[in-house]
Structures are given as structure tokens and as C-alpha cells.
């Protein structure tokens, strides 16, 4: 277990948040893992279209099937990406912050962020529940939309579980800037940054929960 380099004993380090964050990563990568699939899935199937119409006998529903994968790899992923830092972040300023500054400005950003998936969970279920409930589906083979749709809610859902571990883990920096940052991204440089991505391509677990 790592040491708290705020000079703490193991009983006081936030175990219930740690283990939790170790939770919701594993359910984080499925989803990552799930999206990934999805977009094999769809290349293989890309493949099929066009060997199927040189042969004139093309995937029934090609377009359909596209627009409701679309669902599955452009959000399964995002609770991930957040959790590792991927998203693009406009680091000129905060790069040149430390200590408590820095971490009150990421939890700042980290809550409006929130507040905005907030929103988009709360539109995302009210098209799901309308797209079940008056049996919405697609054009040409009639597939029904509102799986995909509550593929969008879903992963918002879990980016919000994610982005409030993350006010947590922010905030227990603001109070004490030396504590080690758990479950946070942090500012990196070139070499740890690519160190960090090699982890977790070969899912290089460390103590900090089960999952990086």
C-alpha cells in the first residue's frame, strides 16, 4: 500500500474512495473495451458492404446498423478517457499552477463539467423514454433506437460517477496539497505521459485500487 506522503497511517487514507475507484475502473475499461469491439465489429461488417456489392448482394440495413453503433463507440469509452486524462485539455495556464491554486481550478472545472453531463444525462433519458414508449426505430430495417439511446445515458452516468470521484479527489488536495493525488489526473511531461499510456495498454494494475 502506498504511503501518504502527507506523512498519514494507512487507516486515515480514504480506503472506502479507493477501493470504489478501483471498482469503477474495472466497469470503466469494460465499457472501453466494449466500445472497442463495437468499432471492429462495425470495420468487419464495413468489409462485408463492400464485398457484398460487388456481388450485388449488399448488407441489408448497412446505414441503420452504422448510425445506432455509433452510439456504442462514441460514448462507452468517455468515463475512461476521463479517468486517464484523455480528453483535450487546455493546459498553457494550468500548466503553470502548483500546489493548492492548481488543484482549485481543477476541482472548478471538474464541477461544471458535472453540472453539464448533469444536464445531458437528464436529455439523454427523456429521448430514451420517448423513443421506447412510442416505438421508435430506424428507416430501412426497423431497428429500434432507444438501445442506443440508453447506451448514451448510461455511459453519461457513469462519466458522472467518475467526475465526482474526481471533486473528491481534487478536494481532499485543496485541503491538504501534499496528500498524494489519487484517482485525479495530473499534469504530466512527454516521458511520463507515454510511460503511463504503455500501463495501461498491457493493463499494468497498481495499488491504488486495482486500476490505473
Not at 51 to 64: L, Q
Not at 97 to 115: D, H, K, Q, W
Not at 164 to 184: F, K, S, T, W
Amino acid at each position: 500500500m502506498t504511503t501518504d506522503p502527507g506523512g498519514r497511517s494507512p487507516s486515515e487514507r480514504p480506503v472506502t474512495y479507493i477501493r470504489f475507484d478501483g471498482w469503477l475502473g474495472h466497469v470503466e475499461n469494460a465499457f472501453n473495451m466494449f466500445a472497442a469491439f463495437s468499432i471492429l465489429a462495425l470495420m468487419l461488417l464495413a468489409v462485408a458492404q463492400v464485398v457484398g456489392r460487388i456481388f450485388n448482394a449488399p448488407v441489408p440495413g448497412f446505414i441503420d446498423i452504422t448510425e445506432q453503433a455509433m452510439a456504442i463507440f462514441a460514448f462507452a469509452g468517455v468515463a475512461y478517457c476521463q479517468r486517464v486524462g484523455g480528453h483535450i485539455r487546455m493546459e498553457i495556464v494550468l500548466g503553470k499552477l502548483s500546489g493548492r491554486t492548481l488543484y482549485i481550478f481543477e476541482m472548478i472545472g471538474v464541477i461544471l463539467i458535472a453540472f453539464t453531463v448533469a444536464l445531458l444525462i437528464w436529455g439523454s433519458w427523456y429521448h430514451f423514454d420517448r423513443a421506447l414508449n412510442i416505438g421508435d426505430s430506424t428507416m430501412d430495417i426497423r431497428l429500434p433506437t432507444w438501445p442506443s439511446k440508453l447506451m448514451v445515458t448510461i455511459a453519461l452516468s457513469l462519466l458522472f460517477l467518475r467526475l465526482l470521484m474526481q471533486i473528491y479527489g481534487y478536494a481532499r488536495l485543496v485541503a491538504h496539497p501534499d496528500r498524494e493525488p489519487i484517482a485525479v489526473p495530473v499534469i504530466e511531461g512527454v516521458e511520463e505521459h507515454a510511460k503511463h499510456e504503455i500501463e495501461e495498454a498491457f493493463g499494468e494494475e497498481d495499488d491504488k485500487g486495482g486500476a490505473k
